[in-house]
């Protein structure tokens, strides 16, 4: 059953997906407007344009749980946020030495980002089944 | 931490919806606390009681209290 929200969770949903949409917006625009990739101010402000949505969703992030009335929703979220940086540092940890030590192949940094929103969203619904 | 929370509810003929109208949370809170999934905060367990006029004694069990006495 779908479970209302509360207040403050519908503002960080109506903040998320247009910060969402301008991220995938970007990412798809600045790749063919940067032919060959210079080492150039210019090259560094437009290459990194797509990483400006990013730091709103976690200013969004750290306003709901400021603006959160409700405790145990609250806490759900910081359990959820927790899991995603753990997963995120797992992974990345492990792969690191994967790279280092065994030949993987190189891990692009800007993989992280989807890498602890996927298990922020895993660690999400978990929670939902623990509470359910 | 286990409590009576579900009882007291049931003897008003509240639903968990309505109970956490009547606390301003979320239904999912009210939930999180009756299956003792979720320990309230003092304000919030304040706020428990006095929806229902009794102490905090009476809705919630101390359980290291029980184990030590």
Not at chain 1, 96 to 123: D, N, Q, S, T
Not at chain 2, 42 to 47: G, R
Not at chain 2, 52 to 66: G, H, Q, R, V, Y
Request: a neutral charge; charged letters at 20%; one cysteine or more.
């Amino acid at each position: 059953m779908m479970q209302p929200k509360s207040p403050a969770m519908r503002r960080l949903m109506s903040r998320f997906w247009p910060l969402m949409a301008a991220y995938l917006v970007l990412l798809l625009s600045v790749g063919p407007i940067i032919d060959a990739p210079t080492a150039s101010l210019g090259a560094y402000l437009l290459a990194g344009l797509p990483a400006a949505p990013l730091v709103g969703i976690i200013v969004v992030l750290a306003l709901y749980l400021l603006e959160e009335t409700d405790e145990f929703l609250k806490v759900r979220m910081v359990e959820a946020l927790l899991w995603g940086l753990g997963a995120l540092l797992i992974i990345s940890t492990v792969w690191g030495f994967l790279e280092l030590l065994a030949g993987a192949p190189r891990l692009p940094l800007h993989w992280l980002f989807p890498i602890f929103c996927v298990a922020m969203g895993l660690a999400d619904l978990l929670a939902r089944w623990r509470y359910r | 931490m286990r409590n009576r929370l579900k009882v007291l509810r049931a003897e008003r003929d509240w639903s968990q919806g309505e109970l956490a109208q009547r606390l301003g949370v979320s239904r999912q809170s009210v939930n999180a606390i009756e299956t003792g999934k979720y320990d309230p905060s003092l304000p919030l367990a304040f706020k428990i009681a006095r929806v229902f006029d009794l102490s905090i004694e009476a809705i919630f069990e101390d359980e290291a209290a029980a184990q030590d006495g």
